[in-house]
């Protein structure tokens, strides 16, 4: 990436108006020491610019505003004289619009980008995050995990029976079914946790700073309510979960081809109930089951 892109990323966003202003500032003073002859009022740009970007579209009307006024003040001082006052405050208003136009111009391709760039991470028909989005997010916490020593969690959730609700009432049904689960995930798990459809009826969810205790505690919540909102929907689904936690560094890979192997022993023992595994090392863990209550179908 270019490094005054970089650079430009890394300013707090309080600090861009501020930055802004005293570009605006600066042009206006060469602005006026160059004289009327030299036209810099494209100069302005790069204020605007920068804070219809990087900043709010109010904090970036107010610069062009500000932008224009200090353009008309250079313009003044240079001396510059017009056959009528009203032509100086014609070309003002002129300025000022393109100014904001730009900003609009601007600020609507910065929000499409945004859409665009959210809707590049979202699973469409759960609103979760998809697989890649899961990935880059779960990577970096792993990374700060291991500089810090601390505990993560991944957790790996199947939908039992999916397929027969989709036969049964319709793939329609089947979507609204996966919507519900992935809100009751979201609902019950901490803001710095992150869920995400894997694919078809599997979900996988990451918990950082998280050890076996907690992971017991908080899949096992997870685990209950997922079975309430299918007994209130009357959806015949149950769930498979493979927990594992590890106290060391291990690969995003490794650590979710774990868990998801986890939550295939329990679908082998009957389905419908979690088991829990302390990843130790890379070929062998320490593994506790714990069934729940429900139907294993």
């Known amino acids: 990436m270019n490094p005054i892109l970089v ?16 570009l605006v500032v ?4 060469l602005d006026h020491i160059t004289g009327f002859e030299l ?4 100069l302005y740009l790069l204020p605007i610019l920068l804070v219809a970007w990087y900043g709010t579209r109010l904090h970036a009307v107010i610069i062009s505003v500000l932008s224009a006024i200090t353009w008309l003040w250079a313009d003044i001082e240079s001396g510059h004289t017009f056959s009528h006052p009203a032509i100086l405050v014609w070309n003002t208003i002129i300025l ?8 609009y111009a601007i600020s609507e391709i910065k929000q499409l ?4 760039q959210r809707a590049a991470r979202i699973d469409f028909t759960t609103g979760a995050l998809n697989s890649r989005a899961f990935h880059e997010i779960a990577q970096i916490e792993m990374s700060r995990a291991e500089r810090h020593v601390r505990p993560v969690t991944m957790a790996y959730i199947d939908v039992d029976d999916f397929k027969l609700v989709n036969d049964t009432f319709g793939h329609g049904v089947g979507d609204s079914l996966l919507r519900v689960v992935a809100e ?7 803001s710095s946790d992150s869920a995400s ?8 969810v990451f918990m950082p700073e998280t050890d076996s205790d907690r992971a017991n505690t908080a899949i096992g919540k997870i685990h209950n309510n997922l079975l309430s909102a299918m007994q209130r929907n ?18 995003f890979n490794e650590l979710i081809k774990a868990a998801d192997a986890l939550m295939y022993s329990v679908k082998g023992r009957g389905k419908n109930s979690v088991a829990y595994s302390v990843l130790e090392t890379a070929t062998s863990d320490i593994q506790r089951t714990y069934p729940r209550a429900g139907n294993g179908g």
């Open 26 to 29: 600066a042009i206006g003073y």
């Open 234 to 251: 009357n959806w015949p689904v149950t769930f498979s979960i493979g927990v594992v936690s590890c106290h060391r560094s291990f690969d």
């Open 113 to 116: 980008l945004d859409k665009e």
């Open 39 to 42: 036209a810099l009022s494209i």
């Open 96 to 103: 000022l619009g393109f100014f904001l136009i730009i900003v």
């Open 7 to 22: 650079l430009l990323n890394k300013i707090p966003k309080k600090m861009i108006p501020l930055i802004a202003i005293l």
């Open 197 to 204: 459809r894997i694919g078809g009826d599997e979900f996988a």
């Open 184 to 190: 009751t995930i979201k609902d019950n798990i901490r």
